[in-house]
C-alpha cells in the first residue's frame, strides 16, 4: 500500500478564505493548485491511479478567481484513550 499522507490546502475563492484536507501520496504547488480547483468546482476529481488527466495550472485557477493557494501536512491526530464525556 502507497503511504498516503494528509494535506491541509488553504486558497481564496473570489476574496472569500476556503479551506479543507486532501488524503494524496504526494503534494506539491502544482497539485495544490489542481486540488484548490477541484474543490472550488472548475477542476475534475481524478479517479484512483487516473494519472493522465490534464491538471489546472496555477494561471487557469487564478482565471477562475482562485487565489493565495498554500497547502501544509496535516496535523496528526491525538487520540486521547481511556476519556469518557
Known sequence: MKNNELFTINYQLHGKPRSFIVRAARMNNAEAWHWA??????????????NNLKRVSKPMAEK???TDVRWCSAAAIQWAEGVTS
Open 37 to 50: 480547483s477541484c474543490d472550488a468546482g472548475v477542476a475534475v476529481i481524478p479517479r484512483f491511479g487516473q
Open 64 to 66: 477562475y478567481g482562485i
